[in-house]
């Protein structure tokens, strides 16, 4: 399987900061073609939330490009490495919580990353960042972590409510703030054809799942250059309606 992936990222309209912070590689490692993404949110009502969003997405790309060679010689242990990401959560989770007291200030962010190799997906997740499995249509395969995604999944709001809920930015977890993280762990089949985006919430409120895949489905994204181009085509017209968030994606392109 062939994965080309890139990486997008955009201070938006009315941030002094960026506060999002990315990574994507798709490389060869030991003959096998792998693709390894995270996408991370620092909180914006928290202090130096690029600090933690930076500190994270650090700490998982060292991973892939340390740790992970070294497991990727054999076939990949889920379990394995749900302990070697949850060792990787914990351990920022202290780190950025000590880093606050030291200073005197709360800071956290969220995580979103995903691992493809050998015609499989591996994820691991905590906050509001997302992603989405583009094929025929476009899934969602990650919670968000909020109060009010809660309640829908509980039954206490319909979807239509929850878009219109004030309460829908209010994380029930996230790195850095919270006294213990949960991460959620994903695993699927990664079929060719097939378009994985990953996103801070500042690239999806004011879009549509329509205008989402209309852009970025697989017949769209036939190279490099026109994945780059249509990612900043929708970071653009989030901008144009007024998005005030940081605005990040990336996208990963099966063959």
Sequence with gaps: ???????????????????????????MIKNTE?????????????????????????????????????????????????????????????????????????????????????GKYYGVHVGDSRIYEISDRVYQITNDHTLVARDVRLGNLTPEQARKDPRQNILLQCIGASDAVEPDFLYGNAEKDTVYLLCSDGFRHVISDDEIYSNLNCFQLVSEDEMIKKANYLIDLNKSRMEKDNISAILIRTF
Excluded: H
């Excluded at 399987?1 to 490389?27: E, F, H, P, W």
């Design 1 to 27: 399987m062939k994965l080309i992936t890139v990486a997008v990222s955009d201070i938006g309209i009315s941030r002094k900061v960026n506060q999002d912070s990315v990574y994507s590689n798709a490389r």
């Design 34 to 118: 792998v693709a390894f993404s995270v996408v991370c949110d620092g909180m914006g009502g928290l202090s130096e939330g690029e600090v933690a969003s930076a500190s994270v997405v650090n700490a998982f790309s060292t991973w892939f490009n340390t740790v992970f060679p070294q497991i990727c010689e054999d076939e990949i242990d889920f379990e394995e490495l749900k302990l070697q990401w949850s060792k990787i959560v914990y351990e920022q989770n202290k780190y950025l919580m000590d880093y606050g007291v030291s200073k005197n200030i709360r800071l956290g962010t969220t995580l979103t990353a995903l691992l493809i190799v050998d």
